[in-house]
């Protein structure tokens, strides 16, 4: 029969990852998940600004129902908040709970569950603020006449310099793409539209 979380003591499993100002050394973490009874410990180098870390996954991918994942502070499992909700899901996907340390939160629990669950709200309320303030400013720019989104990198006169260095030869697109700042499929795209126009413009006067 399977094991279950009602059946067996949980397991615990530590994850600890160093930043800048740990001086590099997971020692302060490893002794406190050590002593919170952890049987393994994954130890991680790579940044917390990413979800995708090797350890992190490693660690996952070994997950069985019933097994905790501890760690010494929420910032040692990510420093985005969005991120740290993707990894929490793909914990309890795996049927597996989360403790940290120092903020005393376990979803093993009723408390811990509610705690995470107010974390996840306030994640998504902002995002929708954030869509909403997007929104309204794109329909301010519309109604000011203005266009959403980045401005041009270039204006028309410097993209006629490129097209016409380009095309008459006195120019490479990698020179052009060095001397603007701009990547070279940028201006074979600002070189084709220039072709295109010039030919548009032939078949027109003849």
């Keep these: 029969m399977k094991e279950t979380?009602?059946?067996?003591?949980?397991y615990l499993i530590g994850y600890a990852r160093v930043s800048k100002g740990d001086d590099q050394s997971n020692a302060a973490q490893r002794r406190a998940l050590d002593?919170?009874?952890?049987?393994r410990v994954f130890e991680e180098t790579a940044s917390g600004g990413r979800w995708d870390r090797p350890k992190l996954l490693e660690m996952i991918g070994q997950l069985r129902d019933g097994d905790v994942v501890v760690v010494w502070k929420l910032?040692?499992?990510?420093?985005?908040?969005?991120?740290?909700?993707?990894?929490?899901e793909r914990i309890e996907l795996a049927g597996a709970g989360f403790r940290s340390l120092t903020?005393?939160?376990?979803?093993?629990?009723a408390a811990g569950r509610m705690m995470m669950q107010m974390v996840g709200s306030f994640a998504e309320f902002e995002r929708a603020m954030i869509r909403?303030?997007?929104?309204a400013g794109l329909a301010q720019a519309r109604a000011e006449g203005r266009i959403g989104g980045r401005r041009p990198k270039l204006g028309d006169k410097q993209r006629r310099e490129i097209a016409e260095s380009v095309t008459s030869g006195r120019k490479?697109?990698?020179?052009?793409?060095r001397l603007y700042g701009v990547s070279e499929p940028t201006v074979s795209r600002i070189v084709a539209a220039h072709r295109q126009q010039f030919s548009q413009q032939q078949r027109e006067q003849a």
Aim: aromatic residues 0%; glycine residues 4%; contains cysteine.
């Design 172 to 177: 490479s697109g990698a020179e052009m793409a």
């Design 103 to 109: 903020e005393a939160i376990d979803t093993t629990t």
């Design 132 to 135: 909403e303030r997007t929104s």
């Design 35 to 39: 002593a919170a009874g952890c049987k």
């Design 75 to 88: 910032d040692r499992l990510s420093r985005s908040l969005k991120d740290m909700l993707h990894i929490m």
């Design 5 to 10: 979380q009602m059946t067996r003591e949980p």
